[in-house]
């Protein structure tokens, strides 16, 4: 049975939102299993290919501006443009492929997400698998070149935790806060780099497929329907629906990454750090005499 465009979508929007078995799926629209995942395959593709820009960081000024002086709202911090953290997306792989086993014993895709204080997205990178750390993930996203050519984000920088490293575009707490001042800069942090988990808590609450995991034939398959998630997401943000709907919000349980074992696996090191250090100590006084 050959389904329509508008048929295809429909289908596919069942299958994000509850992340079922092809053949329930396609069971609630009386149509086949190969049905269902070939309308998936291109309502994916499709999606991915039209919505070029839907998760990106402002290019205008103005916009920029804006997006800081969101950011400086929620706990006084300034000249933040983003929040990242990694999520585990579970997926069925065979389980030789240790590169995707996490440190829970399932197989997963962490996913690295940069997140707006509204919870949209504005980067992602979904190319390692769970056993790999947060900071590679960072170090291999091609992020740390778009903040060192230039930093077109205006000279802002990202929050993130301890997990890693320092360089003066990426803010993590202060290990061994010893002053009320560093203590106030942890709190600030705290307070804010939570508006990324909270955007995970609303994407696996609006997208069951993200939640409960995805069963699907290819590695290829899953990276493109948690991208497309992601999209779908923003698009969700931008035509003004936050998820309230979805019930009380919940944060990420995402597993507590500690600072990987050597610096190499770190995205900062020697002088990069060092002035990650003193960009974090202005931080500090900057957001304590304000």
Request: glycine share 10%; proline share 6%; net charge positive.
């Amino acid at each position: 049975m050959a389904l329509t465009p508008r048929q295809q979508l429909l289908v596919s929007l069942r299958f994000y939102a509850t992340g079922a078995y092809l053949r329930l799926v396609g069971d609630g629209h009386g149509v086949s299993e190969a049905t269902v995942c070939l309308a998936i395959h291109r309502v994916t593709d499709a999606i991915i290919h039209r919505c070029p820009g839907v998760i990106t960081w402002p290019s205008d000024p103005a916009a920029l501006g804006r997006l800081k002086e969101d950011f400086r709202q929620v706990a006084g911090l300034p000249d933040i443009v983003g929040c990242i953290d990694g999520t585990h997306v579970r997926f069925t792989v065979p389980r030789e492929q240790r590169a995707y086993i996490n440190r829970k014993g399932f197989p997963s895709l962490n996913v690295m997400a940069v997140a707006a204080p509204d919870r949209s997205i504005v980067a992602l990178s979904v190319h390692c698998g769970g056993r790999v750390h947060d900071a590679r993930v960072l170090a291999t996203s091609g992020l740390p070149d778009y903040f060192r050519n230039g930093n077109p984000v205006m000279g802002g920088m990202m929050l993130g935790d301890s997990g890693y490293g320092l360089p003066p575009w990426l803010m993590t707490p202060i290990a061994d806060p010893t002053t009320a001042e560093e203590r106030a800069f942890n709190t600030a942090h705290a307070r804010t780099r939570v508006v990324v988990e909270n955007a995970f808590g609303v994407l696996k609450m609006r997208f069951g497929a993200l939640e409960f995991g995805l069963r699907l034939k290819s590695v290829a398959r899953c990276v493109a329907v948690i991208h497309t998630c992601f999209i779908l997401h923003n698009m969700c943000i931008k035509g003004g629906d936050f998820g309230e709907w979805l019930g009380p919000l919940r944060q990420d349980e995402g597993m507590v990454q500690e600072p990987a074992d050597g610096a190499a696996e770190l995205p900062a090191a020697g002088a990069e750090r060092r002035a990650g250090l003193v960009r974090r100590n202005d931080l500090v006084r900057l957001f304590v005499r304000h």
